[in-house]
């Protein structure tokens, strides 16, 4: 099998997950509602895809595709990682706070969304990254978003930042 389709393995019961040197396509819902799903290890011969601690990002490291619902509560997104896919967080209700690099340039729409649990998000680049605006659709209402000293201004001016709970860091 080359390709892991829309919600193939949805609401299963896995706990960790193996991905073949020979998948080449594995689809955003793939794993929706895989609620005890703790980590995902891509062979390290795949040529498309790679694993960073358990997260699923393309070969290139650059692009977090997807993060196990019952991962760890508190998460540092390597600095390689440029973009969050859309959906890559989905009901992660065990995140409670997680770190993003200065090379985040964008995140995608729903990427957060059911995120029940996630209270803090520490972001150490001065310009907004790019957000859908469901991005943290379903979120804690408690959600505070914590940039760099001197940038609330440029995240309150930004239209999809603007509504959100942000505070600069010390």
Known sequence: CRSIGWESFSACSLISVNIPRNVSFIDKLAFNRCYKLVSINVDSENRWY???DGMLCDKKQETLIYYPAAGKKIINIPNTVKEINEYAFYDCTSLTSMLLPKSIAGIGDNAFTGCTNLTKIYINREEPPFIE?????RTNGELVIYVPKGCKERYKNSETWRTLNI???E
């Open 133 to 137: 605006k469901r991005t943290f659709y």
């Open 167 to 169: 505070i600069e860091m």
């Open 50 to 52: 790679a694993s960073i």
